[in-house]
């Protein structure tokens, strides 16, 4: 099955710094791209749903980056608050895996007012 | 507006003892539904899913198992726990077989 790679496994930016958190996966068969935030203690928040026939997506405070090439996806928070210090987990549904979701092993980012 | 509620918030048992966790998803008709199991250090593993009432299928092999016995209720459980069914329990619910995931609050499960 799909295999899901994000590093860093933790990230620490001083406030109005940028960040950015990688995953590498390896089905090139993968059509559909996730990013959740989870707060300490909290449950996993939907931040962007990314298609693999889009390469840029932007959000609130942030730029999601998908090269189908090297088949990495990206997360850049541009100008990191306090408010973003959270874990970061990508997700990966596979065209072939029926109803598996594949999740990176998270990157918990640290924003240092 | 859909909610999802997950019972109980957190839940202390003793090795060898039943494990009954639930879900329920509102305002929504015939979601797909997900049991998450994630460890203390944050990696997520999916441990089933189902597409309708009654249908549940296995990820991966915990001494767990579910049901699905109404369109809106996911049930995780176990006869015996072990200490490492130790970690926080997500449910999720999705529309179709490649949208997003909605994750449930929790439940944080201790085994001693």
């Known amino acids: 099955g799909e295999q899901v790679e994000q590093r860093p496994p933790h990230l620490s930016v001083r406030e109005g710094d940028s960040a950015v958190i990688t995953c590498t996966y390896t089905d090139p068969n993968s059509y559909y791209f996730f990013w959740y935030k989870q707060e300490p203690g909290a449950s996993l928040q939907l931040l962007m749903k990314v298609f693999s026939s889009t390469e840029i997506n932007e959000g609130q405070g942030f730029t999601v980056l998908l090269n189908k090439k090297d088949k990495r996806l990206s997360l850049n928070l541009t100008a990191a608050h306090p408010g973003d210090s959270a874990a970061y987990f990508c997700?990966?549904?596979?065209?072939?895996?029926?109803?598996?979701?594949?999740f990176g092993k998270g990157t918990s980012l640290t924003v240092i007012p | 507006a859909q909610t999802i509620h997950q019972w109980p918030v957190a839940e202390i048992k003793a090795v060898g003892s039943p494990l009954s966790l639930g879900c329920t998803i509102k305002g929504k008709s015939s979601p797909n539904l997900y049991w998450y199991w994630q460890a203390t250090g944050g990696t997520l593993q999916q441990l089933f899913y189902s597409i309708t009432v009654g249908q549940v299928e296995s990820v991966v092999q915990l001494n767990l198992s579910a049901s699905r016995p109404k369109d809106d209720q996911f049930i995780l459980s176990t006869e015996k726990l072990l200490l490492s069914h130790s970690g926080f329990y997500l449910c999720?619910?999705?529309?179709?077989?490649?949208?997003?995931?909605?994750f449930g609050p929790g439940t944080r499960l201790t085994v001693l």
């Open positions: 997700a990966v549904h596979s065209n072939t895996g029926y109803q598996n979701f594949y």
């Open positions: 999720a619910w999705g529309l179709g077989v490649y949208a997003e995931q909605f």
